[in-house]
């Protein structure tokens, strides 16, 4: 056979015809399964996905300062760590010392930290103090000729995430601490990021940022999983996320 047309014999040739196969074809291709549309992704990754902390690092690379001077990190350090802002938060980059006040517990008390306080400056829902053993939140500086954080829509209660190497943690604002000195968080706040929660000799001398989404806030205060569930939205909202 070529093209078509077959020997036939007694020397006569008969035309053989092929049934057009483009009904066919399109037929076929209206039956065969379709794969679903891939989800819009924001630089390849998901809208949803969790969000990274090397992207929030490149969202904080850049400083415009909003704080008039820089804070210490320790009482006898160098004045180095500048309060730094955008349109949707306000961060810092500094070390982590543990805060163990609040109610006293098996971790947290007088004779765990030489410097323990049975109060933190924002309580929870029903008067108490806040839980340093159980609830993540980290502290800032009161208000001041240096930073009023009031300002740029900090308050107890607002929402934080917490970076340090490749882990990513929300926590609230939950207690403020000394006029010059930044960069300390909870217990369970240094628990979770995996730093040594001890308050005599955890903490770490470099490496976390803090990111305080502004005009947000946990209610109540104690309710980490909405914590999380706001720190999620507004993180990937802080990156670009659109999805």
């Not at 996905?49 to 090397?54: E, G, L, R």
Request: with cysteine; hydrophobic share 35%; glycine share 10%.
């Amino acid at each position: 056979m070529r093209d078509g047309v077959r020997n036939v014999p007694y020397g006569r040739f008969l035309s053989v015809r092929f049934p057009s196969l483009v009904p066919v074809l399109a037929g076929a291709a209206l039956l065969a399964p379709t794969s679903p549309p891939a989800a819009a992704t924001t630089h390849g990754v998901p809208p949803g996905a969790p969000v990274a902390a090397a992207e929030l690092r490149a969202r904080t690379r850049d400083c415009a300062q909003v704080s008039h001077g820089r804070y210490r990190e320790d009482a006898n350090g160098p004045a180095k760590v500048r309060v730094c802002g955008t349109r949707d938060a306000v961060f810092w980059k500094a070390d982590l010392d543990i805060d163990c006040d609040g109610r006293p517990g098996t971790r947290c008390n007088r004779r765990t930290d030489p410097y323990f306080s049975p109060a933190t400056a924002f309580p929870q829902s029903d008067g108490r103090p806040l839980d340093a053993e159980r609830l993540p939140y980290i502290v800032i500086p009161p208000a001041s000729a240096l930073w009023d954080h009031r300002a740029h829509g900090v308050r107890g209660g607002s929402v934080a995430a917490v970076l340090y190497r490749d882990r990513v943690r929300y926590a609230v604002v939950g207690d403020t601490g000394p006029r010059d000195i930044i960069g300390e968080a909870s217990y369970a706040t240094a628990r979770a990021l995996g730093i040594d929660p001890d308050p005599r000799a955890g903490g770490v001398p470099s490496g976390v940022t803090y990111i305080v989404f502004r005009d947000t806030r946990t209610r109540p205060i104690e309710d980490h999983d909405e914590t999380v569930a706001q720190g999620e939205q507004l993180a990937r909202q802080f990156v670009g996320r659109t999805g």
